[in-house]
């Protein structure tokens, strides 16, 4: 099936400094990817939606200077955390929809393995 | 708004059968989707219903009523493996996926 890859998938950081985090379809290509995050014992919460040569549109209450989403091709999606704080600490997730996929909507959008990321 | 409600937690027995139900309210409907997450990791694609019935694939199925707004999630022949959150979504007129908060299954031997 098809395989999107997160790096890193694990990071530690300090307070104030910036992270990205990128996320690649591997053997697809994906117009569109979502990036969530999900706190402990918390449902995945949908922090924006990625366009490949757009702006990505932020959900309510997620800043946009703070969450740097740049979708520059098919396969690549980036999350860049600026001036993290450890209250930014969590699971970060992304899934990418198979852009040429047929057949059920569900069965074309494939999740990363997640990023953890933890600023001290 | 927009709902999604699903049991917190439940516990079965190993070999057993379990049926997690997953109600919703949202601004339209395209779909409902049943994932698996482990701790830790993402979640894992299980299920997509679009039309009523059920859906059988292995030892998971899953069942639609789009007139009571209504899902579950069967699992047959319970493994120590199956313990795991469960997650219900709908994908609304927007084409957005609205989560549940997940029920976490304990399977006990």
């Known amino acids: 099936g098809a395989v999107v890859s997160q790096h890193p998938s694990r990071v530690i950081c300090k307070s104030g400094t910036s992270v990205k985090i990128e996320c690649r379809s591997l053997d697809f290509q994906a117009t569109t990817m979502f990036w969530y995050r999900q706190f402990p014992k918390q449902s995945l919460m949908l922090m924006a939606t990625s366009n490949e040569g757009s702006k990505a549109t932020y959900e309510q209450g997620v800043e946009k200077d703070k969450f740097l989403i740049n979708h520059a091709s098919l396969t690549l999606s980036t999350l860049t955390v600026t001036s993290a704080h450890p209250e930014d600490s969590s699971f970060y997730i992304c899934?990418?929809?198979?852009?040429?996929?047929?057949?059920?909507?569900?069965?074309?959008?494939?999740f990363g393995p997640g990023t953890r990321l933890l600023v001290l | 708004g927009q709902n999604i409600d699903q049991p917190t937690e439940m516990t079965a027995t190993e070999g057993a059968i379990v049926q997690i139900n997953c109600t919703y309210q949202?601004?339209?409907?395209?779909?409902l989707f049943w994932y698996q997450q482990h701790a830790g990791e993402a979640p894992t694609f299980l299920s997509y219903n679009v039309l009523d019935g059920l859906e059988e694939k292995g030892r998971f199925s899953s069942f639609l009523s789009r007139s009571k707004g209504y899902s579950y999630l069967l699992l047959k022949e319970l493994q120590m493996k199956d313990s795991a959150s469960y997650l219900c979504a709908v994908m609304d007129s927007n084409y957005q996926l609205i989560w549940g908060a997940g029920t976490k299954l304990i399977i006990k031997p």
């Open positions: 949202t601004s339209g409907f395209n779909g």
């Open positions: 899934s990418a929809r198979d852009s040429a996929a047929s057949g059920g909507p569900g069965e074309t959008q494939y």
